[in-house]
């Protein structure tokens, strides 16, 4: 079947799953994903593993421009306010997710050392898409709302943090250490400056071309041009795409008046990506790594969401912040996606004494919890008033 013609199938699927969706007052992201999954592998087959590799430049086009609008909640005067919170808050539940996995895995389940770090440091990562779509499609607004973004931003560099360090020890371990152990440590460290600095370089310059545009399909042509540029040399530099798109929104959130403009007119663009993503992503998912997941893939699912939650919480209590945050942030942050399979692909090719299994206990855990973590979010946020009654009531199914 042509390319395009299955194309058009995953827009379509997508569309129907967003409709069921709806009527099963679940959020959309959870329709794109199941009707994904009925056109993909484990059922009709329509859509097959090879076409997924083929429609992966849409996975990274979408994951920029989420990483870009992110990036307009880093408003510096508010960071002022609120920075050292959200930063311990982040830094909380992802060491809850961490210690909790590590000791089920090597306490309670007799695992070794080696794949019990590599699982836990892994565990940190959250999914931002996900999020980020219940936020938009039901316009939420609050404190919770507002305490979401910047920690599933800062999350995914903690996580690149503890993946670098717990690598760095495993290879030792394995006796594998060919560079220094403080190298190894240092490189995730890299990494993220890298990726930092690299997109405020680009922001810095979208910045420069945003205040000198005519029209708005000038400004968003050069809005896609500067967010395709930074995740593309993010890759090229092996640093991380998703903190280069999320700087470059900072950054022009900060130095540029009417950014706002800006990501209304970008926002009038993504739907239709956003889409193809999620029904892509759900069509990616194989039903047959549930069947391979055993006590220890289940172990993991439980652990990681009980150190999400409880992470969370006890990191918001800490720094002061209301029950409504403290009872409920820890449940928006389940989804776990894209950077969860990357660094399982990075653990197999570099530690294959571990890696098959660290591959099946992260793919079964990313099914179940892209399946569940956008009806956790939708229920912390609700549970907290940021849902306002008319968006729960009447959505369109694409924004």
């Known amino acids: 079947m042509n390319v395009l013609v299955k194309m058009s199938i995953v827009l379509l699927m997508g569309i129907l799953g967003g409709r069921l969706a709806k009527v099963l007052h679940l959020p959309y992201v959870t329709g794109y994903l199941l009707g994904g999954l009925l056109i993909g592998p484990s059922f009709t087959n329509v859509i097959t593993d090879t076409n997924i590799k083929v429609f992966s430049i849409v996975n990274e086009i979408a994951l920029a421009a989420i990483a870009f609008n992110i990036g307009s909640e880093f408003l510096i005067e508010e960071l002022m306010k609120v920075g050292k919170k959200v930063f311990i808050v982040t830094l909380a539940e992802t060491a809850g997710a961490v210690t909790i996995v590590f000791f089920t895995s090597y306490f309670l389940l007799h695992q070794p050392f080696e794949l019990s770090i590599i699982l836990a440091s892994i565990a940190a990562a959250t999914a931002p898409a996900a999020t980020m779509m219940i936020i938009k499609q039901y316009n939420t607004n609050g404190p919770l709302t507002k305490t979401i973004l910047p920690v599933v931003a800062i999350d995914d560099a903690l996580c690149v943090m503890s993946f670098g360090i717990a690598m760095a020890l495993t ?229």
Do not use: W
Request: with cysteine; proline share 4%.
């Open 171 to 399: 290879k030792i371990s394995f006796g594998q250490g060919e560079m220094s152990f403080l190298r190894m440590i240092t490189l995730p460290f890299v990494e993220i400056i890298g990726s930092l600095l690299l997109g405020f370089a680009i922001g810095f310059m979208l910045t420069f071309l945003a205040n000198k545009t005519k029209t708005e399909d000038e400004l968003l042509t050069f809005v896609l041009a500067f967010i395709l540029a930074g995740g593309g040399l993010a890759n090229v530099l092996h640093l991380s795409p998703i903190l280069t798109c999320m700087m470059i929104g900072a950054t022009l959130t900060n130095l540029m008046q009417s950014h706002r403009k800006v990501f209304h007119i970008i926002g009038k663009f993504t739907p239709p990506i956003y889409l193809f993503f999620f029904t892509l992503a759900g069509a990616s998912l194989h039903l047959d790594v549930l069947g391979k997941l055993g006590l220890l893939g289940t172990a993991y699912i439980v652990a990681r969401a009980i150190g999400k939650v409880v992470g969370a919480g006890l990191g918001a209590k800490m720094m002061g912040y209301s029950d409504t945050i403290v009872k409920n942030l820890g449940f928006s942050l389940l989804p776990q996606a894209g950077v969860a399979i990357g660094l399982a692909m990075i653990a197999k090719q570099q530690v294959p004494q571990i890696g098959s299994t660290v591959s099946t206990v992260i793919l079964g855990g990313v099914f179940v919890f892209e399946l569940i973590g956008p009806i956790m979010a939708k229920f912390a946020l609700s549970r907290a008033g940021e849902i306002p009654p008319t968006n729960e009531a009447s959505q369109e199914v694409i924004n």
